[in-house]
């Protein structure tokens, strides 16, 4: 059963980059149609997609956040990566990693969803 | 960008009774790509139904969704005292994902 993990930094300065790993175990980031979204929710308040990426390294990102986002992939270390830019205040959040499967027309939903991490923006 | 409007934000019921939420998208949305989600305090949100009517894995059927186009509805039969959670529909188009604002389902 896959699970992932996200894991890095729980604090970062306002103007720096934000920058968090998701780990992948019970199973190969590289196998499949799958795709590995990055989400995030500042507490409280509801849930945001912030991007994904293809195991071939094809990207989508939101249109609200793409100037700032970078998301990468590292297949020998079976993980992928969100780096965020220029953060502020309003970059606070719980960030989550989860995976989808698209196929033609068919369509997973976001599962499984990794556990969270907490990323405060302040000086 | 297609958003994604709730009903009610806050639904006040009974263990027992019968939950129906509404998410309204604002344009038509393929039903293919409608997904549901619950959200408990303190954890990730988990997968309940997708492609609007299919249930995940291990998701009980007192559990169902239904609709098409814009207009697209998560029913609960009947309430469980684990089912008290806040709930998300999303929706994929266009190369991007969007998520509604969430019902609150509470004890009455």
């Known amino acids: 059963q896959v699970q992932l993990q996200e894991s890095g930094p729980g604090l970062v300065k306002p103007s720096q980059t934000l920058s968090l790993t998701c780990t992948v175990s019970g199973g190969s980031i590289s196998s499949g149609s799958y795709y590995w979204s990055w989400i995030r929710q500042p507490a409280g308040k509801g849930l945001e997609w912030i991007g994904r990426i293809y195991t071939s390294g094809s990207t989508n990102y939101n249109p609200s956040l793409k100037s700032r986002v970078t998301i990468s992939v590292d297949t020998s270390k079976n993980q992928f990566s969100l780096k965020l830019s220029s953060v502020t205040a309003a970059d606070t959040a719980v960030y989550y990693c989860a995976r989808d499967l698209r196929y033609y027309d068919f369509w997973s939903g976001f599962d499984p969803w990794g556990q969270g991490t907490l990323v405060t923006v302040s000086s | 960008e297609i958003v994604l409007t709730q009903s009610p934000g806050t639904l006040s019921l009974s263990p027992g009774e019968r939950a129906t939420l509404s998410c309204r998208a604002s344009?038509?949305?393929?039903?293919?790509?409608l997904a549901w989600y619950q959200q408990k305090p303190g954890q990730a949100p988990r997968l309940l139904i997708y492609?609007?009517?299919s249930r995940a894995t291990g998701i009980p059927d007192r559990f169902s969704g239904s609709g098409s186009g814009t207009d697209f509805t998560l029913t609960i039969s009947r309430l469980e005292p684990e089912d008290f959670a806040v709930y998300y529909c999303q929706q994929y188009g266009s190369s991007e994902f969007t998520f509604g604002p969430g019902t609150k389902v509470d004890i009455k």
């Open positions: 344009q038509s949305v393929s039903s293919s790509y």
């Open positions: 492609g609007a009517s």
